[in-house]
């Protein structure tokens, strides 16, 4: 208790009055209210001139950018400001800005949807949410009402609605971002921030079918670590990640298996969660994925297809910690069924191969066409795209 009181000046007033659990419940909503930026205060400035939209066949991966932006800014002396949307252009930054210094930088990943009833959706934003907020908290930076936010998002992707490509592969990719742009050099809480979102359409992950991938485990490398932020999606942790993708390039690979521990635990693939379907030491076919325990990003993914599998429940599911010693060793039993990778840019990956010691290690995902990675596949497309009604997508118009 003497940590947690010693702790408490050291929390924003909002954190201090949420701790005391009497009051929390009452001052909830107010304080949300009052400490965010609001939709309905939008302001609006078009574009004067359109661009052209891309052929949705020919897209590669985060390079061609909607005609709009939405910028939210934050001071510590006058709180959010109103949001805005408006033509997609450079920032200016001061040089000191701690998201240039210290990575006080924090993202999201999520999707737009065009169904073949022509609406626009979006998958579990509420969930995208509640982990932007547990980054931002992890950042230091100022919180904000999710709904709020989703809010304004919709209002974005309805003013470039032209950009969710017209496809059943392809989508509008969304980046909302939250940045610290105070300009100090001191490593404090930044009294100043920036949440921001860009578009960015982008094609089918797999344009040449279901292709399966190879992975390299080097235990030497490793993404993230117990007491971490490995659990967070905040910037730092992707840029020291690309010398390691392309060091598996190198040695013929597509992706990087993240190990952890002295027992090669296997953690994540690339910026994927990894899945295991095997039957296990009892026999019992089971899904296996690592549990949340401070090494693993919750995925959405990763929980639909948890959520899913649970629904169905014709076979075991089961979040631990497995290695790669199990792994090997039901290789060996021939008892591995399908390993693949889950995020939302590919929804599921399929993986074919690991490259560990210096071995290859043949993983048998395709031998039966990867029945479970497909169904999976089918399932959540068919929610995404509308062509199975769920409560897990919101419509944007
Ligand atoms: C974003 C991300 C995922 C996947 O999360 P989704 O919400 O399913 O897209 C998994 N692992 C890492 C490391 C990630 O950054």
Known sequence: ??????????????????????????????????????????EIELAKELR??????????????????????????????????????????????????????LFEGMKAYRGEDNKIRMFRPEMNMKRMLRSTQRASLPEFDGDEFIKCMKKLISIDKEWVPYSTTSTLYIRPTHIGTTGSLGVNTAADSLLFVILSPVGPYFPTGFNPVKLLADPQYIRAFKGGVGDSKLGGNYGPTIMIQQEAVKQGCQQVLWLYGDDHQLTEV????IFMFWKNAQGERELV????????????????????????????????????AEVMKALKDKRVL????AGTACVVCPVDSILYGGQTLEIPTMAEGAPLTKRFMKELTDIQFGRTPSNWVHIVE
Not at 270 to 273: E, L
């Open 52 to 105: 052209a939209k891309p052929d949705p066949d020919k897209l590669v991966f985060g390079k061609e950018f909607s005609d709009h932006m939405l910028t939210i800014a934050w001071n510590k002396e006058t709180g959010w400001a109103k949001p805005q949307i408006k033509p997609f252009q450079n920032f200016s930054l001061h040089p000191a800005a701690s998201a240039l210094h210290y990575s006080v930088e």
């Open 270 to 273: 690339g910026t994927m969660n």
């Open 1 to 42: 208790m003497a940590a947690v009181r010693l702790s408490n000046h050291l929390l924003s007033p909002t954190r201090q009055i949420l701790q005391n659990g009497s009051i929390r419940l009452a001052c909830l909503n107010l304080l949300r209210n009052s400490s965010s930026f609001k939709a309905e205060d939008i």
């Open 289 to 324: 994925t690592p549990p949340l325990d401070g090494l693993i990003l919750p995925g959405i993914t990763r929980k639909s297809l948890l959520d899913l599998a649970r629904d169905w429940n014709e076979f075991k599911v089961t979040e631990r910690t497995f290695t790669m």
């Open 338 to 341: 399908e390993i693949f990778g």
